[in-house]
């Protein structure tokens, strides 16, 4: 049918052509017989029917189109009138064509305004150190190491290196990426870090393991994503304790020199976690014949003579809390000129919790080209763009979407009113063995719970931010070594954090963020173990997270309370547009950025604290 209305249409524009020359010529309107006008009208919408077929067929020319008239009028169907030459069921399809191509366009214009707004929000200043900004200095070229892959697996083909990648579930985004390597002995690790990997039970890498290590010992900049409890923490500690190895080889660090790798955590407890890792494989390292290799603890709530003790003996590796790194940086206790490795554990956390301007500042005490990492479980799309700024041709490995949560944890999700709560969750506490953790959003709250678990006979034990340190590594520790059963905290205990076998994550409230509640429930099911996550919700739930929260309990294929299917469908039709789930800023799944309450949130903040400096930082300071 279409290429006879082609035909027709053609034959119709020369006629009407002719016509209107004549037109032109005399003014002289002949006689149009009804038959011939009702041919003409029926030609008129044979176009219209096969305009609007190719409306519908394009999609997404429909919508750039919209300034032609033509096109318009046929995707008007007040235009059509009755139509005697097609089907009723004809004209059904084609309005239903219509409606689908408007739905493209709305989904089209939903997209554009995302991007606007994405936009706008990576507008604000890069993370890069100041002086680089000031002085424009822009580094191009990935920094050189001496590692190589063994010449097998160099040798292997981009689409066997794929095929690997894509049994194991790794995404990689990037130019010239590494190949996979499944075993650290192809990694090339010495005998020390081996045995040091045996010691604690590790025999294979994990899939983070098998792109990342090699990515980052081939001197490549990475942005890390990967589930709670996969393994990330070796990803950037076995390369750095092989680079400060190979610096120690070439020329011992002697007194007040180093750090050469530096390691961000966002929390004291998980920079004192990953220092004592450190220390394990350098402890096997010097038993097996090869030098020393020193990491230096700088976190707040210790005395710094510890550190610049260290430090004074030359240092390779510093861990460190960001508010009293700068401390030590402003005091000239430390320097970055020998600096070239720096990794943000928990990145986005980080940036979330309001240190972006300190982070800024260390920046500026690097002296040249540094490897950037950063690595965390949740990395919402703003935060990566953002992030990149500070990046030199960065990988991005994924394995699974980031902010999802692990599928090791049974998450259950319950409605207890929040008066019922304290008593419920002694109940609540009889569904696993120990250990248990409990988060609470507000250390009121976990003062109080922790008074009534003591009360009740429980072995628990609590930190929070209002602690002093020494209690908090006292709690951590017995807690740690299984002396205590409970451990209840607020989310300064949320990040990072490997406790052995947690049994059961307690959710005393549903935290603000969704991504915090993935962090929260990732302190069990670590690595090949199971656990339990409970979380209680009530009235007092904010009704975008429970959204977020049910649209996270359907993607981890959890059951989805009776509560959480009834909550507000009709937020929903929009949540998967494309390839793009949920909110761009945050990473939630149960809306979109354009109705991002966190979005909303920091934007009026920041509005009202215009001129200020780091407005987020007296919460930043609990840490
Ligand atoms: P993440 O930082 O991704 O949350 P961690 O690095 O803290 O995870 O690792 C979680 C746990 O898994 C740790 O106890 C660690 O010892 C263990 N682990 C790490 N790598 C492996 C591996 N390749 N095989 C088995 N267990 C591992
Ligand atoms: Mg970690």
Request: hydrophobic share 35%; with cysteine; glycine share 6%.
């Amino acid at each position: 049918m279409s290429q006879d209305s082609a035909s027709q249409k053609k034959r119709y524009y020369q006629e009407e052509r002719k016509e209107s020359e004549n037109e032109d010529d005399d003014k002289y309107q002949p006689y149009v017989p009804v038959k011939e006008r009702k041919k003409q009208k029926l030609m008129k919408l044979g176009r219209i029917v096969q305009l609007t077929a190719e409306a519908a067929s394009q999609g997404k020319s429909s919508s750039e189109n919209e300034g032609d008239e033509d096109s318009q009028s046929a995707a008007d169907p007040e235009n059509w009138g009755r139509k005697y030459n097609i089907s009723l069921l004809d004209q059904h399809t084609e309005l239903k064509k219509i409606a689908e191509a408007k739905k493209v366009s709305a989904v089209e214009k939903q997209l554009k305004e995302e991007e606007k707004i994405l936009e706008s929000v990576a507008q604000q200043k890069a993370l890069m150190g100041v002086a680089e900004l000031a002085k424009g200095i822009q580094y191009e070229d990935p920094i050189k190491t001496s590692w190589r892959p063994p010449r097998a697996i160099a040798a292997m083909s981009e689409e066997r290196r794929n095929a690997i990648r894509k049994h194991l579930r790794i995404l990689v985004e990037g130019d010239d990426v590494a190949p996979p390597i499944a075993s650290f002995r192809d990694m090339k690790f010495p005998k020390g870090i081996l045995n040091g990997l045996a010691a604690r039970g590790i025999k294979r890498p994990t899939p983070i393991q098998i792109q990342g290590i090699p990515t980052v010992l081939s001197g490549r900049d990475l942005i890390g994503i990967a589930f709670t409890g996969s393994g990330k923490t070796l990803v950037f500690v076995l390369p750095i304790v092989m680079f400060a190895l190979e610096q120690e080889y070439r020329l011992p660090f002697v007194r007040n020199e180093g750090p050469y790798g530096l390691i961000i955590c966002p929390s004291r407890e998980l920079a004192k976690q990953t220092h004592d890792i450190i220390m394990h494989y350098s402890r096997h390292l010097k038993e097996s014949g090869m030098p020393e290799i020193r990491s230096c603890l700088a976190i707040g709530g210790l005395p710094v003579s510890e550190a610049v003790e260290v430090i004074s003996r030359g240092v390779h590796i510093m861990v460190a809390t960001p508010g009293r790194l700068m401390d030590m940086l402003d005091k000239k206790m430390v320097s970055l000129d020998v600096c070239r490795y720096l990794c943000m554990d928990e990145a986005d956390r980080m940036i979330d919790m309001g240190f972006e301007e300190d982070v800024r500042t260390i920046f500026s005490f690097f002296k040249g080209q540094r490897q950037t990492l950063l690595f965390s479980a949740t990395m919402p799309k703003k935060i990566q763009n953002f992030a990149r700024s500070a990046l030199v041709k960065p990988v991005t490995i994924n394995v699974g979407r980031a902010g999802a949560a692990s599928m090791n944890v049974t998450q259950e999700v319950e409605y207890v009113k929040q008066e019922a709560k304290v008593v419920y969750l002694l109940e609540c506490l009889q569904k696993t063995a120990p250990p248990v953790l409990i988060f609470a959003e507000k250390k009121q709250d976990v003062d109080c719970i922790h008074e009534y678990l003591l009360l009740k006979g429980v072995e628990a034990v609590a930190i929070h931010g209002g602690k002093d340190q020494e209690e908090r590594s006292r709690a951590v520790e017995a807690y740690r070594d299984g002396k205590k059963d409970v451990l209840v905290a607020t989310d300064v205990a949320s990040k990072g954090l490997d406790f052995p076998n947690v049994q059961h994550v307690i959710n005393y409230d549903m935290p603000d963020d969704v991504e915090n509640y993935v962090h929260r429930i990732g302190r069990t099911g670590r690595s090949n173990t199971k656990g339990l996550a409970t979380t209680f919700v009530n009235k007092t739930t904010e009704q975008s997270v429970l959204l977020d929260l049910k649209h996270l309990l359907i993607e981890a294929k959890q059951k989805v309370p009776e509560f959480l299917v009834e909550l507000c469908p009709e937020a929903e039709q929009y949540l998967d547009l494309g390839d793009s789930h949920g909110c761009s800023y945050c990473g939630g799944l149960g809306h979109r950025i354009t109705d991002c309450p966190k979005l909303e949130a920091v934007q009026s903040k920041q509005a009202s604290n215009i001129g200020r400096r780091d407005y987020l930082s007296n919460t930043a300071a609990d840490y």
